[in-house]
């Protein structure tokens, strides 16, 4: 089954520096790479996703890049801000199963 | 907006006793999950479910568990014979298609805590 590494664990940035978040994932036939946030005691939020149609999406200061060849994707915040606190969770699945493998996550503070 | 709604939202029980997790999904979702969440670890997914039947499950998903649809709008997880191990978040979670379609984002309750004692 799929298998997703995720780093950092924790991530510290100033506030207005930019945080990037990889993932890699393991199974080929994988081609859906949805972003969650998750803010302590809430549940996962969808911030982003990227099919494996694309390279690179957008949304205002949100970006996610995929490198389908390498297996790996990324997530990129700009100018961050104290609200981007929180954990951030990668996940892959395909369009063949409905089992959607998450990575460990990674605890991104943003200090003011 | 609609919202995926779950109760109760903290549960606490002895071990060995059975438990059932209530979910009500977007309405016109197609789509069901549950997911678990062990304090301060990963989101695992434990199965899905579409046309009253199991689409995929996971590892985790052994014969403790099951799920069902009772009705038009409640979907359920149930838990046989707690074990202090089944300590953790449970998520719902559904979505308008499969992972087949464009409108696959996959919608989260806010969870239900379980605490085996």
């Known amino acids: 089954g799929e298998n997703v590494e995720q780093h950092p664990s924790t991530l510290s940035v100033q506030e207005g520096d930019s945080a990037v978040i990889k993932c890699t994932y393991s199974?080929?036939?994988?081609?859906?790479f949805p972003w969650y946030k998750q803010e302590l005691g809430k549940r996962p939020q969808l911030i982003i996703d990227i099919r494996s149609n694309v390279g690179e999406k957008k949304d205002q200061r949100i970006a996610v890049t995929l490198n389908k060849t390498a297996k790996h994707f990324s997530l990129h915040i700009t100018e961050t801000q104290p609200e981007d606190s929180a954990v951030y969770f990668c996940a892959a699945s395909s369009y063949n199963n409905n089992d959607m493998r998450f990575g460990a996550g990674t605890r991104l503070t943003v200090k003011p | 907006e609609p919202e995926v709604t779950q109760t109760p939202s903290h549960q606490v029980t002895q071990m060995g006793q059975e438990v059932i997790l209530r979910c009500v999904p977007i309405?016109?979702?197609?789509?069901f999950y549950w997911y678990r969440q062990i304090l301060g670890q990963k989101v695992e997914f434990l199965v899905s479910f579409y046309n009253n039947e199991i689409s995929e499950k996971s590892e985790i998903f052994d014969d403790q568990f099951s799920v069902e649809r009772p009705d038009g709008s409640n979907f359920t997880l149930k838990i046989r014979s707690t074990k202090l191990e089944d300590s953790a978040m449970y998520f719902c979670a559904s979505s308008y298609t499969g992972l087949a379609g464009s409108s696959d984002t996959q919608y989260f309750g806010p969870g239900t805590r379980l605490t085996v004692l």
């Open positions: 309405s016109n979702h197609l789509y």
């Open positions: 199974d080929s036939a994988s081609n859906y």
